[in-house]
Antibody
């Protein structure tokens, strides 16, 4: 079974930065797209960003474009989300998710347990 | 951005009875390859989301066959043929035909 473990969350001040990481126990990690999806407290799901299998195509939600950067290291089976210029509205549980195909718009079949990011002064 | 609208917002179902959730998009999700780029997810209470249906009608691995997806273009439906208590949670549709990908607002299903 695929195991996914997010790390790097926590409390950060508005305007600050945070880097989330997700380690994936998957032999064929480099064959699948990866994504980040977030959920603000008591709210629905919001797709944030995705990256294709090779890491050469990245995609972002309008709300985070220019502030967040997704990347992956296929040699370490990890995907990261660098979050800059954080705002209160970025407060959410962030889920790392693994696709079922290589393309960035892949359905997401495996999800981490989620990690909380709180942006507050 | 494509806007996804789900209805109803909530649904209370008697065990053994069917349930149906609608998802509408303001742009067609039908790709030139003839697939509809619409996925369905279930988030059970206190859990991470799980994939139920992809490309509008394909059940994900391990998903019971009481779940089925249908529709095309801008109108889609998730059907549960006979609801069981473990089906409670919030159901989300998500379009993947255009970046940015977008979710519907969710439909909460509980048991009567």
């Amino acid at each position: 079974e695929v195991q996914m473990l997010e790390s790097g969350g926590g409390l950060v001040q508005p305007g600050g930065s945070l880097r989330l990481s997700c380690a994936v126990s998957e032999f064929s990690f480099s064959s699948y797209a990866m994504a980040w999806v977030r959920q603000a407290p008591g709210k629905g799901l919001e797709w944030v960003s995705a990256i294709n299998d090779a890491g050469n195509n990245t995609y972002y939600a309008t709300s985070v474009k220019g502030r967040f950067t997704i990347s992956r290291d296929n040699s370490k089976n990890t995907v990261s989300l660098q979050m800059n210029s954080l705002r209160a509205e970025d407060t959410a549980v962030y889920y790392c998710a693994k696709g079922i195909v290589a393309a960035g718009n892949s359905p997401l079949a495996h999800w981490g347990q989620g990690i909380l990011v709180t942006v507050s002064s | 951005d494509i806007v996804m609208t789900q209805s109803p917002l909530s649904l209370s179902v008697t065990p053994g009875e069917p349930a149906s959730i609608s998802c509408k998009s303001n742009q067609s999700l039908l790709h030139t390859n003839a697939f509809n780029y619409l996925d369905w997810y279930l988030q059970k209470p206190g859990q991470s989301p799980q994939l139920l249906i992809y490309l509008a009608s394909h059940r994900a691995s391990g998903v019971p066959d009481r779940f089925s997806g249908g529709g095309s273009g801008t109108d889609f439906t998730l059907k549960i043929s006979r609801v069981v208590p473990e089906d409670v949670g919030v159901y989300y549709c998500m379009q993947t035909v255009q970046i940015p990908l977008t979710f519907g607002g969710g439909t909460k299903v509980d048991i009567k």
